[in-house]
């Protein structure tokens, strides 16, 4: 009797082999492609330019180099920067001369002018502040203080079914002067709920 079969032959034994001996399926592995050196005057661009903020993944298909050559190249002409460490990109004079027409002759801030160029705004004011540009102050001043009347009709809108947040909007003042407004002519203050007015 030949060995694996039989009632003593191990379940699955005969087909383990078969496996085994059937040829590998599928495209063979690629080949490896030999690495490629840089030249001095490759190594001095990859070096330069790594220096001017490009990090090593970015030249890498710049190059067309693996991480070791440039890695080597950088080395041969400096240091390599901290892990983490932010790379300043100096911005080109033509943006720089847009920013400033947008925040000087549009008027605009600095958040639409970020979003409008994908810029950060606080790196629109530094770029604003390296061209000589002055920056706005923005001065808080107090609101003016509602008279007798407004006030009254204040509290009389509020028992009405008015809200705080109408009230606020239909005079132009803040939330703590209309409250204040309907607490001194005896009125409470509702809690937060849907409008309490007529639904017709």
């Not at 300043?88 to 979003?115: C, F, K, M, Q």
């Not at 001043?141 to 007798?148: G, S």
């Not at 947040?165 to 803040?174: F, I």
Request: glycine content about 8%; aromatic content about 4%; proline content about 8%.
């Amino acid at each position: 009797m030949a060995r694996g079969s039989g009632a003593g032959a191990r379940p699955g034994a005969a087909r383990a082999r078969n496996i085994a001996a059937s040829p590998t399926v599928g495209p063979p592995p690629p080949k490896r492609r030999p690495r490629r050196l840089l030249g001095p005057e490759e190594g001095a661009a990859v070096a330069a330019a790594y220096k001017a903020g490009a990090t090593i993944g970015q030249l890498i298909p710049e190059f067309n180099a693996g991480r070791k050559p440039i890695r080597d190249a950088i080395l041969a002409y400096g240091e390599l920067r901290e892990k983490g460490t932010q790379v300043r990109w100096p911005l080109p004079p033509d943006l720089v001369a847009e920013l400033v027409h947008a925040y000087v002759d549009e008027r605009l801030n600095s958040d639409t002018i970020g979003a409008r160029h994908r810029i950060a705004p606080a790196r629109v004011l530094r770029a604003l502040v390296e061209a000589g540009v002055e920056l706005r102050t923005y001065l808080l001043t107090a609101p003016a203080a509602l008279d007798d009347r407004e006030r009254a009709a204040i509290a009389a809108a509020y028992a009405a079914g008015a809200t705080l947040e109408m009230l606020q909007q239909r005079h132009h003042c803040g939330w703590r002067r209309v409250r204040d407004a309907v607490l001194e002519h005896g009125h409470t203050i509702r809690p937060l709920a849907p409008f309490c007015g007529r639904s017709d």
